[in-house]
C-alpha cells in the first residue's frame, strides 16, 4: 500500500496561473480531504469528498476547485493562482468519519509558492 | 465559536526532562478529540483518540488525557527522537467540523 500519494512536491506558480495538484489513494477510503497549512498555523479544510461524484466546501474553499470520478483520485484545482495561495496543502483519506474511531491518513504535503 | 488553541507554541526540553502540552477547545459537542505527530516536510502522523472527559491513552513515552475543556500530551523522559510539531484536533457533533489547533514544536536537546 502506497497510502496516500501527492504530486507534485514542490511547485512555484506565477500570479494568474493554474494548475493541479493530484491526490490518489489505494486503501479504498471513501472521504477524502484537502487542508491548507500555513507557517505556524492550523490545518484548514478547503474542500472534501465522501465519495465519487460528492464534494461539498469545508472552511477555506475560495480560490479552489475539486472533482472526485473515482474512489482512489481527488485533484485539488487552484485558478488565477494569488500570493495568498502560497502554502502546504495536504492531502487526506479515511475510511470513515474520522470521530468514529478511524484515523484519517495523510500525505506528504505540497509545497506551493506563488509568485 | 468552535475554536482549538494549543499551547505553548514551543517547547525546548533537554533528554529526560518530563513536560505536558495543552490543547484547549471550545466545540458544540465534542466527537473526538485527535493527537497528532508531524515532523518537518512530513503530514500529520496519526498518534490518539479520546472520546471522553477522564478517557487517557498510552504509546511508549507519550500519554493523552481528556476533560471537558481541553487535553494534554504528556511527554515522560523525553528523547531527541521525540521532536516534532505536536498537533491536536478536534471533531464537532457536525462531522464536517473538524478543526486543528496550530501545534507545539518541541525540540528535545540531548
Known amino acids: 500500500n502506497a497510502g496516500v500519494t501527492q504530486t507534485p512536491k514542490f511547485r512555484i506558480l506565477k500570479i494568474g496561473q493554474s494548475m493541479t495538484l493530484q491526490c490518489a489513494q489505494d486503501m479504498n477510503h471513501n472521504y477524502m480531504y484537502w487542508y491548507r497549512q500555513d507557517p505556524g498555523m492550523g490545518l484548514k479544510l478547503i474542500y472534501y469528498?465522501?465519495?465519487?461524484?460528492?464534494?461539498d466546501k469545508g472552511e477555506v474553499p475560495n480560490g479552489y476547485n475539486v472533482s472526485r470520478s473515482t474512489t482512489e483520485d481527488f485533484p485539488l484545482r487552484l485558478e488565477l493562482a494569488a500570493p495568498s495561495q502560497t502554502s502546504v496543502y495536504f492531502c487526506a483519506s479515511s475510511y470513515s468519519l474520522a470521530a468514529l474511531g478511524n484515523t484519517i491518513y495523510f500525505g506528504e504535503g505540497s509545497w506551493l509558492t506563488v509568485v | 465559536e468552535d475554536q482549538v488553541t494549543q499551547s505553548p507554541e514551543a517547547l525546548r526540553l533537554q533528554e529526560g526532562e518530563s513536560s505536558s502540552l495543552n490543547c484547549s477547545y471550545t466545540?458544540?459537542?465534542?466527537?473526538?478529540l485527535f493527537w497528532y505527530r508531524q515532523d518537518p516536510g512530513k503530514g500529520p502522523e496519526f498518534l490518539f483518540t479520546?472520546?471522553?472527559a477522564g478517557e487517557e491513552k498510552e504509546k511508549e513515552r507519550l500519554k493523552a488525557t481528556l476533560t471537558k475543556k481541553e487535553s494534554f500530551l504528556h511527554i515522560t523522559a523525553p528523547k531527541p527522537e521525540d521532536s516534532a510539531t505536536y498537533l491536536c484536533a478536534v471533531q464537532a457533533r457536525d462531522f464536517n467540523k473538524f478543526y486543528f489547533g496550530s501545534g507545539t514544536k518541541l525540540n528535545v536537546k540531548p
Open positions: 479520546l472520546y471522553s
Open positions: 466545540v458544540s459537542g465534542l466527537r473526538g
Open positions: 469528498s465522501v465519495g465519487a461524484g460528492i464534494t
